[in-house]
């Protein structure tokens, strides 16, 4: 609601914020961390851990990239792409209009990085965790998969509504997690990686 009347400094340092917010209940639901503390509590019980504030900051988090990268406004009409001062009230001189659109065009620039980078973040430890559970029968590492599954499908839910144009960019980076991600033992994981295929790279045949 109040997103789209804030100044693109403000909206930076936003971002960032929440990033922070994200890293630190990430290192602490890390993986690692997680199969630390399953040694010392009984079987029974989850560990100790930020899964719920993760989840929920991750959600905001994705939605703001979202908005920020979007091609289209709340209401779902397309953005038209800025063409000098198009779209910049008229009764701004040019000089102003420039500083707009060059705002405009860094803070997308900004966005995209930061989407791109915490997406691929997320599909690489997840994929990751997923080659260690086909060498191993340790419980434990199934266990975490379970725990963090909730997270990793938010992600890929969130990239079934990336921007396509984003999306194709880093096609290359993406894809090899992907693919990985599909032998998974959690549905629900393979599922959303089924969903992101048929939604993002349906598109991208001829």
């Keep these: 609601k109040y997103w789209g009347k804030l100044k693109a400094p403000q909206k930076i340092a936003i971002m960032d914020i929440l990033l922070s917010l994200l890293e630190f ?4 639901n890390s993986y690692s961390n997680l199969r630390m503390r399953m040694h010392h509590i009984p079987a029974e019980r989850p560990p100790l851990n930020l899964l719920r504030q993760e989840l929920a900051g991750t959600s905001i988090y994705l939605d703001i990239l979202q908005k920020t990268t979007s091609r289209f406004n709340g ?3 397309e953005i038209p792409k800025s063409n000098g001062s198009q779209g910049v009230d008229t009764t701004l001189d040019d000089n102003t209009s420039s500083c707009i659109t060059h705002f405009d065009e860094k803070l997308v620039g900004i966005a995209e990085e930061k989407l791109v ?3 691929e973040q997320v599909l690489r430890e997840a994929s990751d965790l997923q ?4 060498e191993t029968t340790n419980m434990h590492i199934h266990r975490v998969l379970e725990l963090r599954s909730p997270i990793i499908v938010k992600v ?3 990239m079934c509504l990336m921007n396509n144009q984003i999306f194709r960019r880093h ?3 993406f894809y090899p997690l992907l693919v990985r991600l599909i032998c998974c033992d959690q549905m629900d994981i393979r599922g959303a990686v089924g969903d992101l295929f048929r939604m993002q790279l349906k598109a991208l045949l001829p």
């Design 25 to 28: 209940s990430a290192s602490y």
């Design 75 to 77: 209401n779902g009409e």
């Design 117 to 119: 980078s915490f997406c």
């Design 131 to 134: 080659s260690s559970v086909g």
């Design 156 to 158: 890929l839910k969130g």
């Design 171 to 173: 096609l290359r980076d």
